[in-house]
């Protein structure tokens, strides 16, 4: 979404082109979720932001817009195989959609901590980290119910697909076809609503 990982109630106010006091109201009604500085001043994490946009279909005004795009994370090990997903992604979907690199799941969660994708692409087998470890994290996230989860596998017995399974993933199978990859990331995109609910 954007390295920026909360904002003011000024902010939001210019975002939604509305009073501070509504965006205040928000708050106090819980309706976005936000925490108080040690001076006082609400501050709203960016997915928290996010998902009031998704919950009550508020449109920023249009110099925002850019910051609210739908956001995949795409996780591999192998950095031809990450360029090639990524640019094939991006190439495919554009304009539409902030995709973000990581060679490795401690990075891409670091990430998630700061902003809830839209759909996670993870290559199942990787050194650090293995992608169905990532993806449990996802899980275990706030707001990570809703991530559409996409492995990369050269896996393909029982115990990975009712690991997948568990997990609400589907998967697709190394080598990896991109028009396979960008036709499941954009199903995943129309259907982001809740994956788990």
Same mark, same amino acid.
């Given at each position: ?11 939001? #106010? ?7 006091? @509504? ?6 009604? !819980? ?5 108080? @500085? ?15 946009? $998704? ?5 920023? #005004? ?11 994370? =795409? ?8 360029? *090639? ?18 060679? /490795? ?14 759909? #996670? %692409? %993870?290559? =199942?087998?990787? &050194? $650090? *980290? ?17 991530? $559409?989860?996409?492995? =990369? @596998?050269? $896996?393909? !017995?029982?115990?990975?697909? &009712? /690991?997948?399974?568990?997990?609400? &993933? ?6 990896? /076809? ?7 990331? /954009?199903? &995943? ?5 809740? =994956?788990?609910?």
């Amino acid at each position: 979404m954007m390295d920026k990982v909360d904002f003011g109630t000024s902010e939001i #106010a210019k975002m939604f082109r509305v009073h501070s006091t @509504t965006v205040i109201r928000w708050i106090e009604t !819980n309706e976005i979720k936000s925490f108080r @500085t040690p001076g006082g001043h609400y501050r709203v994490p960016v997915g928290a932001l996010k998902k009031f946009l $998704q919950e009550y279909k508020y449109t920023p #005004a249009p110099e925002f817009a850019s910051l609210f795009l739908p956001e995949i994370i =795409v996780v591999d090990d192998d950095p031809e195989v990450l360029k *090639m997903m990524g640019s094939a992604l991006r190439k495919k979907i554009g304009s539409r959609v902030n995709v973000i690199e990581f060679s /490795n799941g401690f990075d891409a969660l670091v990430q998630v901590g700061k902003s809830v994708p839209d759909v #996670a %692409v %993870v290559d =199942v087998v990787m &050194a $650090q *980290m293995d992608g169905l470890k990532v993806c449990e994290a996802i899980r275990r996230s706030e707001g990570g119910e809703h991530v $559409q989860l996409i492995l =990369v @596998t050269g $896996q393909h !017995n029982p115990k990975f697909e &009712a /690991n997948a399974k568990a997990l609400s &993933a589907v998967y697709l199978t190394k080598p990896v /076809n991109m028009m396979e990859l960008t036709g499941l990331v /954009n199903a &995943a995109l129309e259907n982001r609503t809740g =994956v788990l609910s």
